[in-house]
């Protein structure tokens, strides 16, 4: 069982920055394709971004694009999300999800989850 962990969530104004952290139990963590999710208030959960296990691949939905950056320290069994030129409708809580494969790791049907750190972006 791989436990996941977010961190460094907030609130922010709108045209700042922040970086999440998801940190792994396991210490295999090199082994699972990670992403980012997040849902707003009724709204259902949507792909933020995904990298494959050793970091060579990354997606990253539409909206994001240019703006976040995923990456990962598999020593550090860590996971980042780098948000720059947030935006109110990036508002949301931001989930962490890990899978042995990358596809089902991006079609949000990711084995493990953590349980998510809110962003609070501001005008």
């Known amino acids: 069982q791989v436990q996941l962990v977010e961190s460094g969530g907030g609130l922010v104004q709108a045209g700042g920055s922040l970086r999440l952290s998801c940190a792994a139990s396991e210490r295999a963590t090199s082994i699972y394709a990670m992403g980012w999710f997040r849902q707003a208030p009724g709204q259902e959960r949507a792909f933020v971004a995904a990298v494959s296990q050793s970091g060579g691949i990354t997606y990253y939905a539409d909206s994001v694009k240019g703006r976040f950056t995923i990456s990962r320290d598999n020593a550090k069994n860590t996971v980042y999300l780098q948000m720059n030129s947030l935006n109110i409708e990036d508002t949301a809580a931001y989930y962490c999800?890990?899978?042995?494969?990358?596809?089902?790791?991006?079609?949000?049907?990711?084995?493990?989850w953590g349980q998510g750190t809110q962003v609070t972006v501001s005008s």
């Open positions: 999800a890990a899978d042995l494969y990358l596809a089902t790791v991006r079609n949000g049907k990711g084995r493990y």
